[in-house]
C-alpha cells in the first residue's frame, strides 16, 4: 500500500540512422557531447521533440546566506535569477526565433523549453554559452492504494491518529496552528472548494476566490500518452490552462488535506489547519514533464497573476510539499540531476523550505535515489507505521548513486494508513512517503506561526526538526551510518514530533533575539523550575513582567538600570503551560513566549 508520483521516463530509443549520436561524440567538434544521448536518438528519424536548453552560465545566489529576512531573501534571488537569464539567453532565442521553433524562458534555472530536429539540437549545442540539452518527456505516476470512506469510517476519531501522534494537536493547543504562514503544493491539481481546505485556500476571501497569485497551471497540452486526440472530460474533468484550482486524480487534494485540512464536521485531518495554501498543477491527469515540474517551482519563487504576469516574491510560500520522484529507470540520471538540483537550491537560498518525499523504493539500502529526495537542498522525509515502526516501502538512504554517500532521509513522519480529503467532497486512506511528507510541510507551518523570525531562516527550521524528533533506531546498517546509531540511513533523525519542535523554535526567540544592540537573554525556554535573565548595562530601569495566554499579568519585578544583571527567577509552583512576556527598559520594550514545563 504505498504511492509517489513519477517523472522523467526514458522513453525507448529507435535505431540511429544518417549521422549517428556516436559518429559526433567522435569527431572533432565538442557540441554533440551537450545532447543527452536518448534525446538525439528519438529526433534520429527527424521527429520534433521536446527538449530543455540548459545555459552555462547560472545565478549566484550565495550572497542570500547573509540576507536577515525571507522578504529579502526572495527578492534579492528572484532578481540575480532574472537578470542572468535576461542577459544571457539571447544567442538561444535568436536561433529559436530563425527556426520559427517555440521558446519558453525559465530564471528559476536558466534554461529555455524549445522543440525541433537534430538539426536545431546541433546548432543549439554550438553555441558557446549552452551547457547541455535535456529531454522532456511525459512520465505516468503510479496509482495510490486507497481504502473506501466505508472502511475508512472505522479508523476515524475526531483528530486522525496521525496528527495526534506527532503532538500537532498540542501546538494547537498552545495557540499555535499555521496561522500566518503559506504552504504551496505542487501536485495533480487540488479540489479547491472541498470543505476542508477551501477556507484555507489564499485565494478564498470568505465570499468569493480571486484566483490571481494564488494559483498556476503549467498543463498545456494533452499528455501524447493517453493516446487522446481530443481532450475528453469524461477522463479529465479539469482541461487544460485552467484559470481555477482542480484535481484531474485526488493525489493533490490527499496531499493539501493533510497539511491543511479541517471542517466543520469533525474531519480534523491537517497539521496546519490555520495556515493558508498556494497551489500549482504539473501533470495532466498522471502525467507530467521536467518543465512542468520547473515551471511550478518557478511560479512559487515569484507568484504572477493568472496571465503569467507581474511575479512578486512577496506572495511566495514559506514551505513547498513536494510528494514526486523521478527515478534513474525513467530517465533522470547524472546528466540531468543538476538542473533539478540548481533548481532546489535556488528555492531554498530564497528562504523556501521544500519538503520532499522519500520514495517508494525500499526496504533495501541506497533506495533514495531519485531527484529531488537525494538532493543536498531538499529536506527528505520518510515514512512510518502507527507503532513508528518505519514502512517496509519507504527508500533507504544513503544516497549512493551519486557517490556522495549523503544521509538521507533527514527525518519519518506517519504514512501508513492516512486518512485525508480526495475530490468531490470525499475522503481515502492512502499510503506512501506521499502522505508522510505533507505531515513536516505543516510541521513547518507550525513552527513559524509559534516564531515567526524564523520565516525565510531554512537551516534552522531544519536543525529544529532533526534536533527534535523522536529517536528511532533500526538493525538495519547502511553504508557509514549504523541502525542503531542517531541519525541513521532508514528514519534519519526520527520520526517528528511537533510539540517539541515548537518549543524549541519558542526557545530561540527568547534566548538569541537582540534589540537595539542590548543581547538580553532569558532562559532557557521552555523551562521547569527557573529562568535566567541576563542583560548587559542599560541606560534605565529594566522591568519584567509575565503574563498568562490571556493576557493576565501574573508577576513583575524591576531592576535598576546602570549595572550588568545575571538573575535566577524561581517559579517552581507555577502550572505547566504557555506564557507571555514583557522587557521595557528605557522607553523601549521586547515581548515573546515562555513554555512551562513540568
Known amino acids: 500500500m504505498f504511492f509517489l508520483l513519477r517523472v522523467f521516463c526514458l522513453l525507448s530509443l529507435p535505431l540511429l540512422w544518417a549521422f549517428t549520436f556516436s559518429d559526433a561524440m567522435n569527431s572533432e567538434d565538442d557540441w554533440a557531447q551537450k545532447i543527452a544521448p536518448e534525446l538525439w536518438a528519438q529526433a534520429s528519424d527527424g521527429t520534433q521533440i521536446e527538449f530543455l536548453v540548459v545555459l552555462k552560465e547560472q545565478a549566484d545566489v550565495s550572497a542570500a546566506k547573509q540576507l536577515r529576512t525571507k522578504s529579502e531573501k526572495g527578492h534579492y534571488v528572484f532578481a540575480q535569477l532574472q537578470a542572468t537569464a535576461q542577459r544571457t539567453q539571447g544567442p538561444v532565442l535568436r536561433v529559436l526565433q530563425q527556426a520559427q521553433a517555440p521558446a519558453q524562458r525559465f530564471f528559476i534555472v536558466n534554461a529555455v523549453l524549445t522543440r525541433g530536429n537534430q ?348 534536533q527534535t524528533a523522536v529517536p528511532m533506531l533500526s538493525m538495519q546498517t547502511c553504508g557509514p551510518y549504523a541502525g542503531l546509531d542517531v541519525p541513521n540511513a532508514v528514519y534519519g533523525y526520527g520520526r517528528v514530533d511537533a510539540l517539541a519542535a515548537v518549543q524549541r523554535a519558542l526557545s530561540i526567540v527568547s534566548s538569541t533575539q537582540q534589540t537595539n544592540d542590548y543581547a538580553i537573554r532569558l532562559f532557557p525556554n521552555p523551562f521547569s523550575r527557573t529562568l535566567h535573565l541576563q542583560t548587559p548595562a542599560l541606560p534605565g530601569p529594566l522591568r519584567l513582567e509575565i503574563f498568562t495566554a490571556t493576557g493576565k499579568r501574573l508577576w513583575a519585578r524591576q531592576w535598576p538600570g546602570g549595572q550588568p544583571l545575571d538573575e535566577t527567577l524561581e517559579w517552581p509552583s507555577m502550572p505547566p503551560g504557555v506564557y507571555s512576556y514583557r522587557l521595557a527598559w528605557d522607553g523601549q520594550s521586547r515581548s515573546g513566549k515562555l513554555v512551562k514545563q513540568n
Open 119 to 466: 538539426q536545431l539540437m546541433r546548432r543549439l549545442a554550438e553555441l558557446p554559452s549552452v551547457a547541455r540539452l535535456e529531454p522532456n518527456p511525459w512520465v505516468r505516476m503510479q496509482q495510490p492504494v486507497e481504502i473506501e470512506e466505508e472502511e475508512a469510517l472505522q479508523w476515524r476519531s475526531t483528530i486522525e491518529w496521525a496528527i495526534q501522534h506527532i503532538g500537532a494537536d498540542q501546538v494547537w493547543a498552545l495557540g499555535y496552528n499555521g496561522q500566518g504562514v503559506v504552504i504551496g503544493g505542487q501536485d495533480t491539481g487540488y479540489d479547491w472548494q472541498h470543505p476542508t481546505i477551501r477556507n484555507q485556500y489564499r485565494g478564498w476571501t470568505g465570499d468569493t476566490a480571486i484566483h490571481h497569485y494564488h494559483w498556476h497551471d503549467a498543463i498545456r497540452a494533452i499528455s501524447p500518452l493517453h493516446g487522446d486526440t481530443t481532450l475528453n472530460p469524461a477522463a479529465n474533468p479539469c482541461g487544460l490552462d485552467i484559470s481555477a484550482p482542480c484535481d484531474d486524480n485526488n493525489h493533490g487534494t490527499h496531499t493539501m488535506g493533510t497539511m491543511v485540512g479541517d471542517d466543520a464536521q469533525g474531519n480534523q485531518i491537517g497539521v496546519a489547519p490555520g495556515a493558508r495554501w498556494i497551489a500549482c498543477r504539473n501533470m495532466e491527469r498522471g502525467w507530467g514533464t521536467p518543465a512542468t515540474y520547473i515551471e511550478c517551482f518557478e511560479w512559487f519563487l515569484a507568484p504572477t497573476n493568472l496571465d503569467g504576469q507581474n511575479p512578486d516574491p512577496a506572495m511566495a510560500p514559506h514551505v513547498i510539499n513536494n510528494s514526486w520522484g523521478c527515478p534513474p529507470m525513467e530517465g533522470c540520471n547524472a546528466s540531468n540531476w543538476a538542473t533539478m538540483d540548481m533548481v532546489v537550491q535556488n528555492l531554498k537560498a530564497a528562504g523556501i523550505v521544500v519538503v520532499v518525499s522519500a520514495g517508494n523504493s525500499g526496504s533495501a539500502c541506497g533506495t533514495v535515489r531519485e531527484p529531488a529526495a537525494m538532493f543536498e537542498a531538499a529536506f527528505t522525509v520518510g515514512a512510518t507505521r502507527q507503532n513508528d515502526t518505519i514502512a517496509n516501502f519507504s527508500s533507504r538512504g544513503p544516497v549512493s548513486i551519486d557517490g556522495s554517500n549523503r544521509l538521507k532521509p533527514d527525518v519519518s513522519a506517519p504514512g501508513v494508513g492516512v486518512r485525508s480529503a480526495i475530490r468531490n467532497g470525499g475522503f481515502a486512506i492512502y499510503s506512501g512517503t506521499s502522505m508522510a511528507g505533507p505531515h513536516v510541510a505543516g510541521l513547518v507551518a507550525l513552527i513559524i506561526s509559534a516564531n515567526p523570525a524564523l520565516a525565510g531562516q531554512v537551516d534552522t527550521i531544519e536543525q529544529i526538526i532533526k
